[in-house]
């Protein structure tokens, strides 16, 4: 039974006006709709920038597109052409380089969507009788820092991090003046039309609403963009379940501030935001888990390992002060979920240990003894022997106490009244169950690298086991997107079946079938794709989505969802297109949609790219490569990972060779495979600055190409059934592969 209309609105405590309803049919996205709206977006961006009328370069008016998702190619071509087309009127205009102006354009075009003041963004959708409905509630409230900066642009002393914003003296003169209007309404709201108020409420939050919730983009700026709390509530018969809120945000770090001071003092205030914006009546630890694939190399990491050292450096300074004062400490922790390869560069180490001890000893813990009281003493006595010690002896008889303890609540759920005596004995429930399956990943290891994604199942674990958590990565978007559809479906898994039990990472594929169908529901509905086109319009879809699934998750997408996967990443790119023209590759013959599309399309064709195949000819042409892909595949690694992994492992600079590689398969072939592959992942680790070297090279020696090509290749639309996927990677051949275009 689908939630009554009225439901949102009484739970979150707003008015109709403020809610706002996803309303595309499942499993599809309407790419026609959403480059229109990007078209759209560019012009509304040009005319934002106010260029001087009597010398402005006219533009026209966005383009015709055609109206189906059957052309989503060539509407995309039309819409960067149309975008070509204002940059080069701008830099006429303003006469400044192509460069500037594109970029200029760009900015502007985020002013102009931060402008929209946010609503409570919410889905929901009804399959199998069961019902499940998500919502996006935008936070507004500032802390007096953070409200005290922004009153700094008002006067002649400007703050450091607005004397160099990328759209110049306009963008400062639009900052300006948002920040007046945002203290007129607050200074109105508190009653003191002639002071700041900063530390009253009512002052707070009315500055915080007419400012608005800062785009994705906005990294140079205090406070924390893209910042909301997630709720998942699920409807099975006429029983209603509330999963625990979470909150997301991009970044606390200003990626976007190159002084590392200014940086590290921004990020405090961001983390001080979040702090805020967390209830803890319980005074438990605080929890930031970041999503990065610290590889550390330019664009290739894509500053993540540069936000995880300011995070991890201004984290370490707060906890100082707050332990000295008496606060809760703040625990941060980084789960690298993209690509498989980057997945295997996820910092291990005592830091990573030190985290997990401390979610499980600080906040696990103290949250057990709470919530089962005595009946709980002999699984925190167990838990307590399994930190101290992580022998197979005390991991079993903690696991043996917490089934035992799950059977014991399963039983009482059965009899226990509806209302809060069964919220009580399912919050128990969900606790213990949560506190295992954390247990058991730590202490099997799974490889990072693995097919399901085993980062992505502790991430969303520490979250069920955390009440003061945050999930970010850079835009708080495309990754964290992805853990909280992960974190969803597991809950879901628990509050509407039978044994309520979560999905574990461990399950068998049959066991894991229901989890996957609540998965690929989640992503259909499209939630988190539309909550990423909050920050650039049109743009309803997320980044390097395939990366992140699981085999069999993206080939249930395909059977139930076709063309899904290739319409997200049509559209999830738009939001950042460096100028260029866009010519028909050489040899080439047109495609069949270019051929359909050329009675509505000016004589345009799609940008020539060079071909490539991975792995390298050098590598695949060597004898001993194929033993040690075979080695590593029995070990459960996806052949076309393992050639990456190779790789990676045999490069000079890492100091080890085929020879020593194949010895050390070898030495643990007797073994469980899980082992071996956690043996060469030690090697990893152990090597992990060389091969960071071995990044370097490959992106400034002429390798940059081969490698993204690869990275391409495995976000590259996954076959439909008709149409399996191959299983190998492919041969190099004289003739270019049009897959790889």
Same mark, same amino acid.
């Given at each position: ?57 006219? =533009? ?50 985020? @002013?102009?969507? !931060? ?33 005290? +900066? ?10 450091? !991090? ?90 606390? *770090? %200003? =990626? ?9 003092? =921004? ?13 803890? %009546? ?8 970041? &999503? ?21 450096? *201004? ?110 004995? @399912? ?9 295992? +399956? ?19 199942? &502790? ?28 974190? +969803? ?116 064709? %799609? ?7 991975? %792995? ?15 080695? &590593? ?83 590259? +639309? ?24």
């Amino acid at each position: 039974m689908p939630f009554e209309p009225h439901f949102l609105k009484t739970e979150l405590d707003v008015t109709d006006e403020a809610l706002s309803p996803h309303l595309d049919e499942e499993g599809k996205i309407n790419t026609y709709s959403s480059i229109s709206r990007r078209a759209e977006a560019w012009e509304a961006a040009y005319r934002f920038i106010k260029p001087d009328q009597e010398t402005a370069v006219p =533009i026209s008016k966005p383009p015709l597109l055609t109206p189906d998702n059957e052309h989503t190619q060539a509407n995309l071509r039309q819409e960067r052409n149309y975008k070509n087309q204002i940059v080069e009127a701008l830099a006429q205009t303003t006469r400044q380089p192509v460069t500037a102006a594109n970029r200029a354009l760009e900015e502007a075009e985020y @002013l102009n969507s !931060w402008a929209e003041k946010r609503k409570v963004d919410y889905t929901q959708y009804t399959a199998q009788n069961k019902t499940t409905l998500l919502a996006e509630q935008p936070i507004y409230k500032l802390t007096p820092e953070l409200i005290q +900066d922004y009153l700094a642009l008002l006067s002649d002393n400007k703050p450091v !991090w607005a004397q160099k914003l990328p759209g110049g003296a306009w963008e400062l003169e639009h900052l300006i003046q948002k920040v007046r209007d945002a203290q007129q309404a607050a200074r109105e709201a508190s009653g003191n039309t002639a002071g700041d108020q900063i530390n009253n409420p009512t002052y707070q939050k009315a500055f915080a609403e007419k400012l608005g919730t800062l785009s994705c983009t906005r990294r140079q700026l205090p406070g924390l963009s893209n910042f909301s709390k997630h709720y998942a509530y699920y409807e099975k018969g006429d029983t209603a379940y509330k999963a625990p809120p979470v909150l997301r945000a991009s970044t606390p *770090v %200003p =990626i976007h501030v190159k002084n590392k001071a200014l940086r590290d003092e =921004i990020t405090r205030k961001n983390i001080e935001q979040f702090i805020a914006n967390s209830e803890n %009546p319980d005074k438990l630890p605080y929890l930031i888990t970041s &999503l990065m694939a610290p590889i550390g190399v330019g664009a290739l990491g894509n500053n993540d390992k540069m936000i995880m050292d300011s995070i991890q450096r *201004v984290v370490k300074k707060m906890n100082v002060e707050r332990t000295s004062q008496g606060q809760p400490k703040i625990i941060y922790v980084n789960h690298a979920i993209n690509h498989p390869v980057l997945r295997t560069f996820s910092r291990g180490g005592d830091q990573a240990k030190k985290a997990s001890q401390d979610i499980l000893r600080l906040t696990a813990r103290t949250r057990l003894q709470k919530t089962l009281g005595e009946s709980g003493n002999n699984l925190v006595a167990h838990l307590d022997r399994w930190l101290q010690k992580g022998s197979e002896k005390n991991y079993t008889g903690f696991i043996n106490e917490a089934e035992t303890l799950m059977r014991s609540l399963n039983e009482k759920l059965t009899s226990a009244k509806p209302g809060e005596e069964k919220n009580k004995v @399912l919050e128990q429930l969900l606790l213990v169950n949560a506190v295992k +399956d954390y247990v058991q990943l730590l202490q099997h290891k799974p490889f990072a690298g693995a097919n399901k994604n085993p980062n992505l199942f &502790l991430a969303a674990l520490e979250q069920i086991i955390s009440p003061n958590c945050i999930g970010v990565c850079i835009s708080g978007k495309d990754r964290t997107g992805c853990l909280l559809i992960q974190r +969803d479906s597991m809950l879901e898994a628990f509050y509407t079946n039978p044994e309520h039990r979560l999905a574990n990472y461990f399950d068998p594929p049959e066991q894991r079938a229901t989890f996957v169908s609540s998965f690929t529901r989640n992503l259909a509905s499209n939630h988190q794709g539309n909550n990423a086109a909050l920050n650039a319009p049109g743009c309803n879809g997320q980044k390097n989505l395939t990366h992140m699934l699981a085999r069999d998750q993206r080939e249930k997408m395909n059977t139930d969802y076709p063309g899904y996967l290739k319409s997200n990443k049509a559209v999830a790119g738009m939001n950042r297109q460096a100028h260029g023209r866009y010519k028909q590759p050489k040899d080439t013959k047109p495609s069949a949609e270019q051929q359909s599309a050329s009675d509505v399309l000016p004589d345009q064709a %799609p940008p020539e790219q060079e071909q490539h195949h991975f %792995p390298p000819p050098e590598l695949e042409a060597s004898p001993e490569l194929q033993a040690h892909v075979t080695a &590593l595949t029995k070990a459960g690694i996806k052949q076309e990972e393992a050639v990456a992994l190779i790789s990676e492992l045999t490069d000079k600079k890492t100091g080890l060779s085929y020879e020593q590689l194949d010895t050390e398969i070898q030495e643990k072939k007797t073994e469980s495979p899980d082992k071996a592959v956690n043996e060469i992942y030690k090697d990893i680790s152990a090597n992990l600055d060389r091969i960071r070297g071995k990044y370097i090279a490959i992106a400034y020696a002429g390798g940059k190409e081969r490698l993204a090509a690869y990275h391409a290749d495995a976000n590259a +639309d996954v076959a439909t059934p008709s149409e399996p996927a191959a299983s190998t990677p492919p041969r190099p051949t004289s003739t270019p592969n049009p897959r790889r275009l």
